[in-house]
Structure formats: C-alpha cells, structure tokens
C-alpha cells in the first residue's frame, strides 16, 4: 500500500486553513495539525491526525509542549539519504509545514498587556518547525503566508510537486519571518525596565514591517519601500490617507520632518516643508491664522510643499490653502466641509495623523556604510526662558515668546542653523550651510526689512561675532543661542554695544 504524503498545518491565524487542508487531502495528503487547528479542521468536516498522535505523547504543560518531538522534527529534518534511517525508527516523512505564530507584536501592542500575558504568546514549537523546514528546504517546503496557500496549491495540482525555486523561496521567507519574531521578543524585553539601564545592547536585533513598496526612492532610479516598526503603529506608520496619490519616499521623508516640528507646540501651528526643511512656521490662536503665518513666511517656497498642522482642518481653512498647490496636508483631523472642498483636487494627498500614537521610547536610525549609528530622539520640552540672559538688555516679554518659538523651529533644520522669527511666525530660515554666518546672511537676506525687531535663533554656538555683526545690521532686537564658544565674551560685548539682548541655553540642536 502506498503510504500517504503528510502535511502539517498548525497555526495562529487560521484564516484559509480548513479550505488548504480540504485541497491538500484531494491531493492526497494526510493532514497532521495540533490543538485549535485540527479542531477548525475538523469541524470543517476534513480528516486529520492529530500531533499526539504521530508522537505517541499528549499536549502538556498547557498547551507549551505539542510537536517537540522526534517523530515531528525527525520527519522534517531527514534528508533523501536518511529516510531509511527514519524508517527503522517509524517515522513518516512530512514534506510539506504550514505554520504561523503566536501573536506576539499585537500581543505587545496592546494597551496595558504585562510582561506574563507577553511571554505567554512567545512560540517555542513554530519557530522551531519552521525553521527544521526552512533547513531542510531541499525536500520540505514551509509556508508562513496565508497568502501563499493558493500557489502552492496550484503548483501541486499542475505538476505534483512544489518546484525548487518555490521551496528555497519560501524557506528564505520563513528565515525573515522568524528572525523579526525574535527580534520583535528581543526589543520587548530590553525596553522594560526589568531588563536594567542598558540603553544599547551589544547585539542589537530590529523588527520592522514592510507596510508598501513605493514607486522610487529620493529619485527615480532608486527602489524603496515604507517599514513600520513591528507591534503597536505610531506616527506616520498609524496615519489614515483619506485621500490623493500613493505617498512617495520624499513625500514620508517631508512629512516626518513636518509633522515632528509641528509636534512642538501647543498652540495652534501649521509648518511648511520643502526638502525636508521648513520653509514656513506659524502660530496663532486658531488654524486659520496658524496656517495664513505660515504661508507668509515664505510663499515661495510653500509651493508644492508638504504641510502639517495640529488642529483640525475646517472649511475656512481648506478654502484658503486650495489657493495654491500642495503636495500632502496632515492634520488630527478634517471636517465633512473640508474633505467637499479638497475633493476638488483628487491628487492632494490628506493624511489624518493621531499626534498622540507616538513611540515610547523613540529612536533615530542613520545607515552608513558598513553600519548604523542609533541615538535617542531630544523630545525634551524647550523653553528658553530656563536659560542665562548674558547681556545687559533683558528680553522683553514678546522677544521671549518669539526667542522660544525660534528655538523651537531651529532644532527641526538642518544644521547649519538660523531661524528668523517674530510675532508667532518664521521670516526667515538658513538651513545646511557649510558655516554659520553663511546660514545667518541666508536667514537675514530672506527676512529683509522685517528682521527690525525680530530674534534670531540658532542651532549651536557663535564661533565669531561676525553673526552679532549681521544681526546689528539687520535690527535684530534679541537672539537665543547655546553659548560656550571660546569667543562668547566678544559676541557679548557687541550685543551690549548694539543693544542686543541673548540668552544661553547651554543646549545645542544640530540636525543632520
């Protein structure tokens, strides 16, 4: 009699298992499935065999032990040359393992899980199967992807077999899949604080899901994709596009820089972005006004640019900002009115973006050449009037209300960096110059006859007072620093020449 092909099904999501295990036994495959998979098989009216009764052993320990077994792993790990071995112990080759996960990242995403519920749906056996089956690819093929059932059913149904290229693919996918399962426990269980003060371990293990590939990278010859840690969606990976084209890599790129600036604040703001800078920042008492600041700044450069605010967008507002062309609007939310008016133009892309799905512990990633350099993200609140008034004139209340909101844009541009601001909004911005004073003159040429009376703020020290030099021309009435140049006392002594108040915050922003 000739024996049966075997296949184990065993699974977390159990969506189009009855259906694959009813396929595979018209192909002729006995099905061996374990606990809440041979039950769905089962009353789905198809055969199976349950693990137990392979291993010759019951479940215990709750369910912890089921397939750790050699009549299990022996089954799947046996080369062609090893079958006779298997045979002289009773055991059946399995040729084909199906197996998904416990939900371990939407267990950990879950508001107020604990660390017991979290190690509870840490999964022993399925790692364990798919990775014996992901070895042994040469003979077994290992499915993690719902999605894959129907190619591997079609592939068995056309030729019998599932061919070797499918077999190494999928072996290859079921390595990815468990190592950011592992990866996804590892950051679990470093970030608690049971693990100690470790902030960077020696090894270090990322999780991320891709969540689209997108049509190109920073330019058309350079493929990209969108990955989102894996677990809870924060930030941009939890925004709803309500509307418009698909999101480019520069589209993201621009947004995250402007909805992180926005973040800063508040009071009713609305930032601009071009090229991962802002262009335009303003602040008032509502959206409107916000958004009508930050367009004045710089109506130039806003054009095409992407747009986040940390209100609600009404009609009033939507009217007003349909007068130009935007590339993406991200807001906490938008009325019925305001989606009418932007449907007007299809392609604007809408994002509504919960400012309060934020990470726990938020951490910024730059790849370089052979490596990754990691650090923790500065969302410490700003507020200047904390630092030291090192000249004569003391700010007065309005210069300390724009001197904060300075500062507050200046840590969001690239270093170089001088901002220009008065009266809640940005007059001028030099971002990512090669030396300081160049990003002041940038700064004080785009600010023009409107810098007389308005502060400056800048990312990092003064190494020359040329900049107080500038700003005296300019008429510039105060202007927040770090301080700690070996040159500070001259910049000191000038501004109490020019009538110039600063302040020191002995807190640097550079951004790169």
Same mark, same amino acid.
């Given at each position: 009699m000739t024996q049966k092909r075997r296949? @184990?099904?065993?699974?977390?999501?159990?969506?189009?298992?009855?259906? @694959? #295990?009813? +396929?595979?036994?018209?192909?002729?495959?006995?099905?061996?499935?374990?606990?809440? &998979?041979?039950?769905?098989?089962?009353?789905a009216g198809f055969s199976v065999t349950e693990a137990a009764e392979v291993t010759g052993s019951p479940e215990i320990l709750g369910g912890r032990v089921k397939t750790l077994h050699p009549s299990i792993h022996g089954a799947i790990l046996a080369r062609p040359d090893q079958v006779e071995e298997l045979s002289e112990h009773g055991i059946v080759p399995i040729e084909l393992v199906v197996v998904n996960l416990y939900p371990f990242e939407g267990t950990i995403a879950r508001s107020g899980v604990t660390l017991e519920e979290a190690v509870e749906n840490i999964d022993i056996g399925g790692p364990t199967m798919l990775r014996a089956a992901a070895k042994n690819y040469n003979r077994v093929a290992v499915v993690v992807n719902p999605e894959r059932y129907g190619?591997?059913?079609? +592939?068995? =149904?056309?030729?019998?077999?599932?061919?070797?290229?499918?077999?190494?693919?999928?072996? %290859?996918?079921?390595?990815?899949?468990? #190592?950011?399962?592992?990866? #996804?426990?590892?950051?679990y269980l470093s970030s608690r604080a049971e693990f100690g003060d470790r902030a960077y371990p020696d090894r270090l293990s990322l999780s991320f899901t891709k969540v689209q590939d997108l049509r190109y990278g920073e330019n058309p010859q350079q493929e990209a994709a969108f990955y989102a840690s894996s677990? $809870?969606? &924060?930030?941009? %990976?939890? #925004?709803?596009?309500?509307?418009? =084209?698909e999101l480019s890599f520069n589209n993201l790129n621009d947004l995250n820089a402007a909805w992180e600036l926005v973040r800063e604040f508040k009071e009713s703001t609305a930032v601009a972005v071009k090229h991962a800078n802002p262009c335009g920042v303003g602040s008032a008492l509502t959206i409107y006004e916000a958004y009508q600041l930050a367009y004045e700044a710089d109506p130039v450069s806003i054009f095409g640019g992407i747009v986040a605010l940390n209100r609600p967008v009404g009609a009033a507002t939507a009217r007003l900002m349909m007068e130009i062309f935007l590339e993406v609007i991200a807001a906490p939310e938008f009325t019925d009115e305001a989606l009418e008016i932007f449907n007007e133009k299809k392609d604007?892309?809408?994002?509504?973006?919960?400012?309060?799905?934020?990470? %726990? $512990?938020?951490?910024?990633?730059? =790849?370089?050449?052979?490596?990754? @350099?990691?650090?923790?993200?500065?969302?410490?609140?700003?507020?200047?009037?904390?630092?030291?008034?090192? &000249?004569?004139? $003391?700010p007065t209340k309005e210069q300390w209300e724009a001197l904060n909101f300075a500062q507050k844009v200046v840590k969001h541009v690239r270093s170089n960096a001088i901002v220009v601001a008065a009266e809640g909004k940005t007059i001028g911005i030099g971002a990512g110059q090669m030396n300081r004073i160049g990003a002041a003159k940038i700064a004080l040429d785009q600010a023009g006859e409107k810098a007389t009376g308005a502060v400056i703020g800048s990312d990092a020290f003064f190494p020359f007072p040329d900049i107080i030099d500038e700003a005296g021309k300019a008429g510039i009435s105060a202007i927040v620093q770090p301080g700690g140049s070996m040159k500070d006392d001259e910049s000191i002594r000038l501004c109490d020449r020019l009538g110039i108040a600063m302040v020191f915050t002995g807190r640097r922003y550079f951004k790169h």
């Amino acid at each position: 009699m000739t024996q049966k092909r075997r296949a @184990l099904l065993s699974v977390s999501d159990k969506a189009g298992i009855a259906e @694959l #295990a009813g +396929e595979l036994i018209e192909l002729g495959f006995e099905i061996i499935s374990t606990g809440g &998979t041979a039950r769905a098989i089962s009353e789905a009216g198809f055969s199976v065999t349950e693990a137990a009764e392979v291993t010759g052993s019951p479940e215990i320990l709750g369910g912890r032990v089921k397939t750790l077994h050699p009549s299990i792993h022996g089954a799947i790990l046996a080369r062609p040359d090893q079958v006779e071995e298997l045979s002289e112990h009773g055991i059946v080759p399995i040729e084909l393992v199906v197996v998904n996960l416990y939900p371990f990242e939407g267990t950990i995403a879950r508001s107020g899980v604990t660390l017991e519920e979290a190690v509870e749906n840490i999964d022993i056996g399925g790692p364990t199967m798919l990775r014996a089956a992901a070895k042994n690819y040469n003979r077994v093929a290992v499915v993690v992807n719902p999605e894959r059932y129907g190619q591997i059913v079609e +592939e068995l =149904k056309n030729s019998g077999e599932i061919s070797d290229t499918t077999r190494y693919r999928l072996a %290859a996918e079921a390595f990815v899949h468990t #190592a950011g399962y592992d990866a #996804a426990i590892a950051g679990y269980l470093s970030s608690r604080a049971e693990f100690g003060d470790r902030a960077y371990p020696d090894r270090l293990s990322l999780s991320f899901t891709k969540v689209q590939d997108l049509r190109y990278g920073e330019n058309p010859q350079q493929e990209a994709a969108f990955y989102a840690s894996s677990g $809870k969606l &924060t930030g941009l %990976a939890a #925004a709803k596009q309500l509307q418009g =084209k698909e999101l480019s890599f520069n589209n993201l790129n621009d947004l995250n820089a402007a909805w992180e600036l926005v973040r800063e604040f508040k009071e009713s703001t609305a930032v601009a972005v071009k090229h991962a800078n802002p262009c335009g920042v303003g602040s008032a008492l509502t959206i409107y006004e916000a958004y009508q600041l930050a367009y004045e700044a710089d109506p130039v450069s806003i054009f095409g640019g992407i747009v986040a605010l940390n209100r609600p967008v009404g009609a009033a507002t939507a009217r007003l900002m349909m007068e130009i062309f935007l590339e993406v609007i991200a807001a906490p939310e938008f009325t019925d009115e305001a989606l009418e008016i932007f449907n007007e133009k299809k392609d604007i892309r809408l994002l509504e973006i919960n400012p309060e799905t934020i990470e %726990a $512990k938020p951490t910024d990633f730059k =790849k370089v050449s052979g490596g990754l @350099l990691i650090q923790s993200v500065d969302n410490e609140p700003l507020d200047v009037s904390e630092g030291e008034v090192v &000249t004569e004139k $003391k700010p007065t209340k309005e210069q300390w209300e724009a001197l904060n909101f300075a500062q507050k844009v200046v840590k969001h541009v690239r270093s170089n960096a001088i901002v220009v601001a008065a009266e809640g909004k940005t007059i001028g911005i030099g971002a990512g110059q090669m030396n300081r004073i160049g990003a002041a003159k940038i700064a004080l040429d785009q600010a023009g006859e409107k810098a007389t009376g308005a502060v400056i703020g800048s990312d990092a020290f003064f190494p020359f007072p040329d900049i107080i030099d500038e700003a005296g021309k300019a008429g510039i009435s105060a202007i927040v620093q770090p301080g700690g140049s070996m040159k500070d006392d001259e910049s000191i002594r000038l501004c109490d020449r020019l009538g110039i108040a600063m302040v020191f915050t002995g807190r640097r922003y550079f951004k790169h």
